[in-house]
């Protein structure tokens, strides 16, 4: 292993996140990501919200499944904390104090985006939850994937039978869209956006280059 190798594997370790809405290509850059940061010395782990844990993964499929009975706003908002919770202190930091990288796909931005302006929560209500339960725990760095919600949905549709969240109507995905923004628009140091609309190439490109200015 080469010095610049083992002088990057000394650093203290970070967790990023990658966030957007549905359709963005989420996966392919989670892999894209872990190959760049493992080439580079690192141990990395990568997790998911809601999940990473037995009782969050439980929790999930509670969340995405389709159902009769509607899901109050703010028991979705407690449901998502409640697994957040138990993945943070059971799952990411045991992690980062152990050395290892953490990559998310989704993390507590998620909640502002889908409950705040999906679901019509306010951020105010949201942050008090977030300090609650987590002390305000946030990622070193957040990587928001963004296109417009028609192409994303187009891409969404061609996976298969849709989830609870992937069912909703457009105006829905674009509050999400809209959130997001906003809250890249206040944290411009921590979340940095990624056109995700070119073709793959482009993308990993633009990521790559990120990767490289602030890892």
Sequence with gaps: MDQQKINHMSEKPRFISLEGSEGVGKTTSLNFIRAFLEDKGYKVLVTREPGGTPLA???????????????????????????????????????????????????????????????????????QLHQWSMQGFVPDLTILL?????????????????????????????????????RAKSEPQRICVIDAAPDIELVQKSIKSLLQEKC
């Design 57 to 127: 993964e439980d929790l999930r499929a509670t969340l995405l499944s389709n159902r009769k009975e509607t899901i109050e706003p703010d028991t979705e908002l407690l449901l998502m904390f409640a697994a957040r919770c138990q993945h943070v202190n059971q799952v990411i930091k045991p992690a980062l104090e152990s050395g290892t990288w953490v990559l998310c796909d989704r993390f507590v931005d998620a909640s502002y985006a889908y409950q705040g302006g999906g679901r019509g929560i306010p951020f105010e209500r949201i942050n």
């Design 146 to 182: 963004d296109m417009s919600v028609d192409e994303g949905m187009a891409r969404t549709r061609l996976r298969g039978a849709p989830d609870r969240f992937e069912s909703e109507q457009i105006d829905f995905y674009q509050r999400i869209r809209d959130a997001y923004l906003q």
